[in-house]
C-alpha cells in the first residue's frame, strides 16, 4: 500500500519509530509522542525532499493530548491512521498504582476509539473522493489470545484492540478502507523495561524493525498479523474458526444495521 499521509502515535520508540523509517518517504508523515527530544531527532533523520514531516507532543492519556493530535491530523488530510503507542505494567492489579492502570486504559483503549472515530469518516469519504484506499493499523498483541495473570489490565487492553479492529474491519467490508490487528509478540523495545518486567531471557524476540515491515506488508492482505512463529502455531486454528464466527455475526448485525 501506498499511502499519503501517515499519522503514527508512539513514533518515538520501538515499533512506532520502526514503522516510521520503514515506510517510503513519498509517505508524509505526522509522528506523535511524549518524548520531544526523541521526536525531533527522529524528525531530522526521516527528512527528505519533498517530504511532510510534522511531529506533535501530546500525551495520549489526556484529553487535550488527543484532541491536539486529532486536530493536526484531520487538518493534514491523513489516509494512514496507526495506533501504536501503548504502555504495559507487571505487576498485580491490586498492587499497580491507580495512576498506571488509568494510563494504560487511557492510552492502549481510549486513544484508540477516539482517534478512529474522529479520523475514520474523514478518510473514508477522501478514499472515495480520490478512488484509493486508506488504512488503519491497530497494534493489539499475541497477549490478547488469552488472559495474562500479572499483566492483566495490559491484556484486557489489547483484547479490546484486537476485537475492535475485527469488528471494524467487517464494518468497513465494502469501504476503501483496509483495518489491520497487528499482533506482535515478543519485540525488542523499551516496553519491557518501562513495565518494569523482571529481566529475564524471553523466548524468540523480534526486532522492531522485522515487525514493522511485516505489518506494512500485511496492510490490505489481512485482518490480524501474529508475527510471532511459534505462537502462530497455536493461534491460528483459533483465528480461523473465529474468522468463520465473525463472518456469519457481522452477516445478521449487517442485516439489523441497514
Ligand atoms: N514490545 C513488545 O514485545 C510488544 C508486543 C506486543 C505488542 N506491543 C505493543 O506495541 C506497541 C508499541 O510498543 P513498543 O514495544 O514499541 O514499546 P515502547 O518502545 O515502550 O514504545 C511505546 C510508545 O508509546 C508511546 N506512549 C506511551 N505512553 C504514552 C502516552 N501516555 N502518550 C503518548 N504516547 C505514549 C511512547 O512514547 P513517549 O514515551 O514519547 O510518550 C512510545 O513511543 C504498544 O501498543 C505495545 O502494547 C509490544
Known sequence: MQYRYALITGATSGIGKALAEALPVSTHLLLTGRNGEKLAALALALAADGRQLETVIADLATDAGRAAVIDRAEALEIDFLVNNAGLGRFGAVADNPMAVEREMAAVNVTAVVELTRALLPGMTARAHRAGTRAGIMIVSSVVAFQAVPYMTTYAASKVFDLFYAEGLAAELRDEPVDVLALCPGGTRTEFFDRAAMPDRPMPYMLSADSVA????????????????????????????RRRILRGLVARVMRRLAR
Open 213 to 240: 515491515r511485516q505489518a506494512l506488508a500485511a496492510m490490505g492482505r489481512r485482518t490480524v498479523l501474529v508475527t510471532d512463529p511459534l505462537r502462530r502455531i497455536t493461534i491460528i486454528p483459533g483465528l480461523l
